[in-house]
């Protein structure tokens, strides 16, 4: 599956790890994590970097392909059309202030897959306007890993209910984000979904496994979470 290829992928978002190098515990690689990350369940991986440079940042995209290709994990990069471009990655995840959708499907081939982060129900009209593959819901929750204090920033369950509602009768898939941990998981999965039962096609975590000594337990147990979710009638 590269941006190149004529189908576009379908893609599982049950477990989306999105990376962060900066959380990996001392003695861990990025490459280890990740390796560990994908043996344990994760189905899609994001490539998210707020500082590298150009160059290191392709690398790293490369790296990444590399290795998920291996295990049949589609990548996507954050924010960066030439990088995705570049190292033949499955499509990009842009963020509200990133590359309007519809100039990044212009710049992309048409099977590659766009996500978009969304905070409200504004921007989700606007990215099924846009033709979005996928939403990122959220802040679900204060976290750390990413500066959310701006108001509106966390939606939270109810928000994202109200999120999930507008996005009924679509096939645009969705996973929440921010702050999700095991202990919380559950609770997300079940809380989220729209009066008419539309729900989340996954959950999306940095530091639930970027900063886990265990990453490959850290996503076996939120993959078993989010299957045994998925397999309730
Ligand atoms: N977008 C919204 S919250 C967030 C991003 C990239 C960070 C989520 O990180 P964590 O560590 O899973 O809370
Ligand atoms: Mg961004």
């Known amino acids: 599956?590269?941006?190149?290829?004529?189908?576009?992928?379908?893609?599982?978002?049950?477990?989306y790890?999105?990376?962060?190098?900066?959380?990996?515990?001392?003695?861990?690689?990025?490459?280890?994590?990740?390796?560990?990350?994908l043996k344990g369940g994760v189905t899609v991986v994001q490539v998210r970097e707020k500082?590298?440079?150009?160059?290191?940042?392709?690398?790293?995209?490369?790296?990444?392909?590399?290795?998920?290709?291996?295990?049949?994990?589609?990548v996507l990069i954050n924010d960066r059309i030439?990088?995705?471009?570049?190292?033949?990655?499955d499509g990009i995840h842009v963020g509200q202030t990133d590359m309007p959708l519809a100039e990044a499907r212009k710049l992309l081939p048409p099977n590659a897959i766009i996500g978009v982060s969304c905070n409200n129900i504004e921007h989700v009209k606007?990215?099924?306007a846009g033709g979005a593959d996928y939403l990122g819901l959220g802040s679900i929750f204060p976290t750390n890993t990413k500066d959310v204090t701006e108001p509106g920033r966390i939606p939270g369950i109810s928000g994202t209910q109200d999120m999930l509602a507008v996005l009924?009768?679509?096939t645009i898939q969705s996973v929440a984000i921010g702050g999700i941990k095991i202990d919380n998981l559950a609770r997300v999965l079940h809380?989220?979904?729209?009066?008419?039962?539309?729900?989340?096609d996954g959950i999306a975590v940095v530091s639930e496994i970027m900063a886990s000594p265990e990453p490959r337990i850290a996503a076996e147990r939120l993959a078993k979470t989010c299957s045994s979710w998925k397999s309730v009638p």
């Open 1 to 15: 599956m590269t941006v190149t290829s004529q189908a576009k992928p379908h893609v599982d978002y049950s477990v």
């Open 17 to 37: 790890l999105v990376t962060g190098r900066e959380l990996l515990p001392r003695g861990k690689t990025y490459t280890e994590c990740l390796e560990e990350a």
């Open 51 to 74: 500082t590298a440079e150009t160059g290191e940042f392709l690398s790293i995209a490369r790296q990444t392909i590399e290795i998920c290709r291996r295990y049949n994990v589609p």
């Open 82 to 89: 030439d990088i995705a471009l570049a190292s033949g990655a």
């Open 126 to 128: 606007a990215a099924i």
């Open 168 to 170: 009924e009768g679509t």
């Open 191 to 200: 809380g989220c979904s729209s009066p008419n039962g539309h729900g989340l």
